[in-house]
């Protein structure tokens, strides 16, 4: 049974191209992890404050703490915008994520308000627009099969140190999916993340060229085409507020299900659908008893993937199970 979802390996060998093309990065900066190019701004910005949303990964959270900055939790209404935007003072800064990047017209409207002083989380929106005043934030590991590689683009000329974050021998099960199971390498997978280094690192340059070699176009065209599949399956299951436009190359198709439903039998049959986040119901925060519908996305927002792995035939069969899990 293939496997449908989950993190990527060399499955996704035939979706990089063997010439890069390097002069079409120059606005880009890499770093190992998205974590690192944000401490590396904040840094760079000697930011005092960041207003951010409760649902998000604690890796960004610890990436404020290490930087030495404080932050404070703005809450998201239904659409997940943030119910009431904050005034800033000189350096605090505002950063919003682009979730399932289906929030481009949001992001826009609040980079033109924002200007430098807004940070974009485009780690779920690849495929961003350049908004030259505001700092995007990427990352390449969750779209393709790389060890590490994120990116930062900003109209700031920070200097990045050279520490190279070397391709670790940890990493080895990407390159050999088929011969181990699906738990095993879900447990290196895991250990891996564990071992993200604490400071801010560069990728290998072979990571680098792998990134600038990945075939964009296509796996856009399949992610929308698999987006568009799944819109005429599971319309109503849609979560609320979101904007699919053409332009949009979408991270998931995220359904709202009931609090009661399980993933344990899509699991049993070798589709992945990830928990964002299992971090947002574990912190212990003064704030959390204000985050009740944050709490609540994370049993019932289920991103359901959509990546350039899966053909229409292997969509189908996401629905026919999901059909059988869900009312
Ligand atoms: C929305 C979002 N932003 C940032 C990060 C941090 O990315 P990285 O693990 O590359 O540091 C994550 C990690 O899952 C994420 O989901």
Same mark, same amino acid.
């Given at each position: 049974m ?6 990527f ?6 979706? #990089? ?6 002069e079409?990065?120059k606005d880009i ?14 840094q #760079? ?7 951010? !949303?409760?649902?998000i @990964?604690?890796?960004v959270l610890?990436? &404020?703490?290490? !930087?030495?900055v404080?932050?404070?939790f703005?809450?998201l ?5 943030f119910?009431?935007?904050?005034r800033?003072?000189p ?9 399932f990047?289906l929030q481009n017209?949001y992001?826009?409207?609040? !980079? ?7 940070i974009?989380?485009d780690?779920?929106n690849?495929?961003?627009?350049? #908004?030259?005043? !505001?700092?995007q934030?990427?990352?390449?590991r969750?779209?393709?099969?790389v060890?590490?590689?994120?990116g ?5 000329s920070?200097?990045?140190?050279k520490?190279?974050?070397?391709l670790s021998?940890?990493? $080895? ?6 011969f181990y199971s699906?738990? #095993? ?5 895991? /250990?891996?993340e ?5 400071r801010? @690192? ?14 964009y176009?296509k796996m /856009?065209?399949?992610r ?7 819109m005429?399956?599971?319309?109503d299951y849609?979560?609320p507020g ?5 332009e949009?190359?979408?991270f @998931?198709?995220p359904? /709202?299900? $009931?609090?009661? $439903?399980?993933?344990?039998?899509l699991f049993?049959? +070798? ?11 574990n912190r212990?925060?003064?704030a $959390?008893? +204000?985050? +009740?519908?944050?709490?609540?996305l994370?049993s /019932? &927002? ?7 792995r899966?053909?229409i035939k ?10 059988k899990v869900?009312?």
């Amino acid at each position: 049974m293939k496997r449908l979802g989950g993190f990527f390996g060399f499955e996704s060998k035939s979706m #990089f191209a063997n010439r890069s093309r390097p002069e079409k990065w120059k606005d880009i900066r890499f770093y190992g992890y998205a974590r690192h190019g944000l401490m590396d701004l904040l840094q #760079f910005t000697a930011a005092k404050k960041v207003y951010l !949303s409760y649902y998000i @990964c604690d890796s960004v959270l610890e990436a &404020l703490q290490k !930087s030495g900055v404080s932050y404070q939790f703005l809450p998201l209404n239904k659409k997940l915008q943030f119910k009431k935007i904050p005034r800033l003072k000189p350096g605090e800064y505002l950063y919003c994520v682009n979730y399932f990047g289906l929030q481009n017209s949001y992001v826009q409207d609040l !980079s033109k308000r924002y200007r430098h002083q807004l940070i974009i989380d485009d780690c779920q929106n690849l495929m961003a627009l350049n #908004f030259p005043e !505001s700092h995007q934030i990427f990352s390449y590991r969750k779209w393709m099969g790389v060890e590490n590689g994120a990116g930062l683009r900003t109209p700031l000329s920070i200097q990045q140190k050279k520490s190279v974050c070397r391709l670790s021998k940890g990493y $080895s099960f990407l390159w050999n999916p088929d011969f181990y199971s699906d738990d #095993f390498l879900y447990a290196k997978f895991l /250990q891996a993340e564990k071992n993200v280094p604490n400071r801010v @690192c560069v990728p290998h340059p072979k990571t680098v060229k792998k990134i600038q070699s990945f075939q964009y176009k296509k796996m /856009q065209k399949a992610r929308k085409r698999n987006f568009e599949f799944f819109m005429n399956n599971l319309k109503d299951y849609l979560f609320p507020g979101f904007e699919y436009s053409k332009e949009a190359t979408p991270f @998931c198709f995220p359904i /709202q299900v $009931s609090s009661m $439903s399980s993933r344990s039998l899509l699991f049993s049959k +070798k589709i992945y659908i990830p928990t964002l986040w299992l971090d947002v119901l574990n912190r212990d925060t003064q704030a $959390s008893k +204000k985050f +009740k519908f944050e709490k609540s996305l994370v049993s /019932q &927002l289920w991103p359901i993937p959509i990546d350039h792995r899966l053909t229409i035939k292997d969509c189908k069969r996401i629905v026919e199970e999901l059909k059988k899990v869900l009312p």
